[in-house]
């Protein structure tokens, strides 16, 4: 049986949007028909196990049926949270190996931060998407530019993480991991600032090695599915939680563009047949 693909969603600053993009690349997988394995590191908030706990409410109250993944237990998160190093390493460790046994894809959210538990699992990985918003305070977490030419200096504290991450990789399993930023949550923006900050990201890219691709915009669509533990990719003529729009359009046409430059075209092909 061949090792399952490990993604993981990382970016040490909290607020970018990693559960969201999490949670629409698990589901799109499995409508793909993956399996998909997930661990939730964000040990205090718990975004995406709780998203999947209200998925399976939801279709118990509602006799509807949709695909789910495995998710490896941790332990209580808050208890874990308070553990050792070693102890909360140790707990992923035993939850990495149930999801290689039971999965072919493993999904790895982190928590916005440097733990000892986001470090082990960048370095577990085949790919990371970071979502950034489109600032420059989010930038400054994957490069430092002039404060007064705006000229890229050099890369910052996140790039160092996974540049770490690539080289552990490399000494304990060889290959290399696909590295790939997305710009989340995007807005209505100046349009300079928004050019400015472009060209920043494509320097970088070239220096510290990472793609670029699209986001999930800001929009109200995905707020209002989180609390019944669904995505766009779920909706039908049986599955309408809330009414659809033209909106609902746009926003599948949008998660279709991620899983294209993410490579999952298993995804895109799912969500177009599903159209």
Known sequence: MADPQVIVVGNEKGGAGKSTLAIHIATGLLHAGRRVAIIDLDLRQRSMARFFSNRAAWMAANGQVLPMPVEPAMGDGKELARATEDEQIASFDRAFAEARARADVILIDTPGGDTALSRAAHARADQIVTPMNDSFVDFDLLGQVDPVTLELLKPSI??????????????????????????????????????????????????????????????????????????????????????????????????????????????????????
Do not use: C
Not at 235 to 261: C, F, G, T, Y
């Open 158 to 275: 996140y790039s160092e993480s996974v540049w770490e991450a690539r080289k552990q990789r490399a000494v304990e399993r060889g290959g290399s991991i696909d590295w790939i930023v997305v710009t989340n949550r995007l807005a209505v923006a100046e349009a300079r600032n928004r050019r400015r900050l472009a060209d920043k990201l494509q320097k970088l890219a070239k220096r510290v090695g990472f793609r670029m691709g699209p986001g999930l915009r800001d929009r109200v669509i995905y707020r209002e599915l989180f609390p019944f533990g669904l995505t766009v990719a779920d909706l039908s003529a049986d599955i309408r939680p809330v009414k659809v729009s033209l909106a609902h359009v746009a926003a599948r046409q949008e998660m279709r563009n991620l899983m294209k430059a993410l490579g999952l075209n298993e995804v895109v092909t799912a969500l177009d047949a599903a159209a």
